[in-house]
């Protein structure tokens, strides 16, 4: 075995470990994140697989999910749009937190951030995937188990989050909800100067352009 | 050669000019539609077709004079020409019957002021609502009076208060449902005797959790200069023949038709304790257009004017404002809706009342003074033997009317729903669950797959048994072998 393989095997053992490491982290959080960032248990790679499972779960719930749960209407359906908005949100909230937990005392740096909240979207995988095949047996009656569990993977999620940020900030939970929620409201800030600053490119786009029309037409 | 061919140019344009162009019939150039699951328009063929056209003038007896009233009993149609204080009776082809214009009333010829409305017992005895008279006639089939029904003397109706009496309808026991102007605590009930006995289908106010908010902030002069809640204004009622009322509402702002379609429900059917009974199964409710796009200033959601409900539990309503009939089967899902706003035979200028004789529905304009007949077509009625087959639970033969209704329209979704409906009750539910999905109808889906799961259970309940052992098993067993093969390894 040549010591590049034997590289790339180790790196792939990397990456399992740290993978694997999200099961433990999911029942264990406050133990579990403090390590996944000081002890070093947790690797970028292994976020971005998460994130990357997130994104496949949902394009699988369109997808595959019985027809009583999820019937999109195909011709005017776009799977991009259905997953855009998740990864947006999580990396303008990624940022919007580092930015403030900066100011607020946050010990955490945007990687570890990045890496704690990837984490902590564990859940809605292992919960959801299950899912789509139980949607293929219950009826519409009996829809009540579909939406718990549903809730219920939403609702892990977000006390993960919360620990995350208790965690890698060094925060009490209620300062840690405080900036969280003060989050919300900075991602919504950093959207709506997205949207102006679109909306003023356009603008100005428009003028050039009829300046440029207004020109040729005197000149010719 | 040259000349052949000329020869046969000219015979060519001598049979052109000789044959009608395209012989346009009414039905060909008449729009009907449905709305599919996703409210998109789908146009498809005629149910019904526009056949007659009575004109007053026709009859011999002067144009109607602003009409605002029909009525149908049996095979004899009855329109109130409101302008001429008169009521015109005619047969089933238009042919003159009588010209009403009189009652006899203890021995004196009395007659109508601005009559509005008419109804006409199975025994024949008339109820006239002599509207600006402030009375209704109740006179035997001979137009003599056998009572008068005046303003209530009544503490629920307020005594400063002005009696106008619009639509009137009976029940076969002689109660009087009468829908007055100024009045918005519902119909007004009459017993047998002529006795007011209360209101009927008012609607009950419901304040929301902002108004509630409001009108503790607010002093009390502040609240006595609010407007008042009121209660749904009815515009028309009609009755089936069960007793049951129908009632139609346009007294609702589009945007509340659009947001709580379910709170306005501009159709009712309101059952003897006064509740609204309507069957809501269909994609949507009951509501007439579903896109409002307008055109000039037909804008906004229709207002039904009148509503028809015929034997076969199906039920008519009338739009004012784009002229359209919408026909809806027993569970509110809608059938067909046509007509349309025009001078054309089967299109309207301002129609204001509907009523049926048998299946025929017949529409009265008010505008041009015209009363129009139209009949079902071959599509019309197959549709109505697939709902009525269904109903009785002869469902292989309703199948089989829904299956020839494809065959005419492939985009009517009632008919896949009918026949997958059909299967279910037949047991086929993995064929049913096709039709379903094919039409988005969720519920029925479920009900088939509910079922189709029983089945699949039952049949397969010893593979599951002996994969849940196996599950169970496998672990213990796996680990005892190990065990084994490890110990004698030891050993």
């Known amino acids: ?220 | 050669m040259k000349r052949k061919s000329k020869v046969l140019a000219g015979l060519l344009l001598l049979i052109t000019a000789l044959t009608p162009v395209v012989s346009v019939s009414a039905d060909a150039s008449f729009y009907t539609y449905n709305y599919d699951v996703y409210d998109v328009e789908l146009p498809s063929p005629d149910a019904y077709t526009a056949q007659d056209l009575l004109l007053g003038t026709y009859l011999g007896i002067g144009d109607f004079r602003n009409p605002k009233g029909l009525f149908v009993r049996g095979e004899t149609i009855y329109v109130v020409d409101t302008g001429n204080n008169r009521i015109v009776v005619a047969d089933k082809n238009f042919n003159l019957i009588d010209e009403i214009t009189s009652v006899n009333l203890d021995g004196e010829e009395s007659t109508f002021l601005n009559p509005q409305d008419i109804f006409v017992a199975e025994n024949g005895d008339l109820y006239i609502c002599d509207t600006d008279n402030n009375r209704v006639l109740h006179t035997d089939k001979n137009k003599n009076v056998i009572k008068v029904y005046t303003k209530p003397n009544d503490e629920n109706f307020s005594a400063d208060q002005t009696f106008i009496p619009l639509k009137a309808v009976a029940d076969n026991t002689g109660r009087l449902y009468l829908l007055a102007g100024n009045v918005n605590k519902g119909f007004l009930e009459f017993d047998k005797d002529g006795g007011f006995t209360g209101y009927v289908g008012a609607n009950k106010v419901k304040a929301s959790f902002f108004q509630v908010i409001q009108k503790r902030l607010m002093t009390k002069e502040q609240r006595a200069r609010m407007i008042l809640f009121v209660p749904t204004e009815y515009s028309n009622l009609a009755i089936d023949q069960e007793n049951f009322l129908y009632a139609t509402t346009t007294t609702f702002t589009p945007g509340d038709l659009a947001n709580n379609p379910d709170r306005v429900n501009p159709i009712r059917k309101i059952n003897s304790l006064g509740d609204d009974v309507l069957v809501k199964n269909g994609y949507y409710h009951p509501i007439g257009d579903m896109q409002w796009g307008s055109g000039g200033d037909i804008v906004g959601p229709s207002r039904l004017e009148d509503i028809t409900a015929l034997d076969n539990d199906t039920y008519f309503a009338l739009d004012r404002v784009r002229g359209r009939i919408f026909g809806y089967d027993f569970q509110g899902n809608m059938l067909y809706a046509f007509g349309g706003v025009g001078n054309k035979m089967g299109y309207f200028q301002y129609p204001v009342a509907i009523d049926h004789m048998g299946t025929d529905l017949l529409v009265l304009d008010n505008r041009a003074g015209s009363v129009t007949r139209f009949t079902l077509t071959e599509y019309g009625r197959l549709i109505n033997d697939g709902l009525a087959d269904y109903k009785v639970g002869r469902y292989e033969e309703s199948a089989e009317s829904f299956r020839k209704v494809l065959e005419l329209n492939g985009n009517y979704d009632l008919a896949y729903i009918g026949i997958g409906r059909a299967l279910l009750r037949q047991g086929e539910y993995d064929e049913a669950m096709k039709y379903f999905k094919s039409k988005r109808d969720w519920d029925s889906y479920s009900k088939a797959f509910q079922q189709y799961r029983k089945q699949w259970v039952e049949a397969n309940i010893e593979y599951l048994i002996a994969g849940f052992f196996v599950i169970i098993l496998l672990p213990k067993v796996v680990k005892g072998v190990r065990k084994l093969t490890k110990g004698g390894a030891q050993k």
């Not at chain 1, 990687?111 to 959801?128: D, F, R």
């Not at chain 1, 995350?164 to 300062?175: E, F, P, Q, S, V």
Request: positive net charge; proline residues 2%; glycine residues 4%.
């Open chain 1, 1 to 220: 075995m040549s010591i590049k393989t034997a590289f790339q095997k180790d790196k792939l053992m990397h990456l399992g470990k740290t993978l694997r490491y999200s099961t433990y982290l999911i029942f264990r959080p406050f133990d579990g994140f403090w390590d996944l960032t000081h002890e070093k248990r947790g690797s970028m790679g292994a976020a971005n697989v998460i994130l990357a499972l997130v994104v496949l779960t949902q394009v699988w719930q369109w997808t595959y999910s019985g027809f009583l749960f999820y019937s999109p209407q195909w011709e005017y359906f776009n799977l991009f749009m259905q997953v855009l908005p998740f990864v947006v949100l999580f990396l303008i909230w990624c940022i919007a937190n580092w930015s403030l937990t900066t100011l607020m005392d946050g010990k955490g740096k945007l990687s570890q951030i990045y890496m704690a909240t990837a984490y902590a979207m564990t859940p809605y995988v292992l919960i959801n995937i299950p899912l789509i095949g139980l949607s293929h047996l219950i009826t519409w009656e009996e829809n009540a188990y579909y939406y718990v569990a549903k809730n219920f993977s939403m609702i892990w999620c977000v006390i993960l989050i919360l620990c995350a940020m208790m965690m890698i900030h060094d925060y009490t939970l209620g300062k840690a909800i405080f900036s969280s929620l003060v989050t919300i409201v900075a991602m919504m800030i950093i959207i709506f100067l997205i949207v102006m600053f679109f909306s003023l490119i356009t603008q100005s786009f428009g003028y050039f352009i009829s300046l440029y029309k207004e020109i040729t037409f005197r000149l010719y």
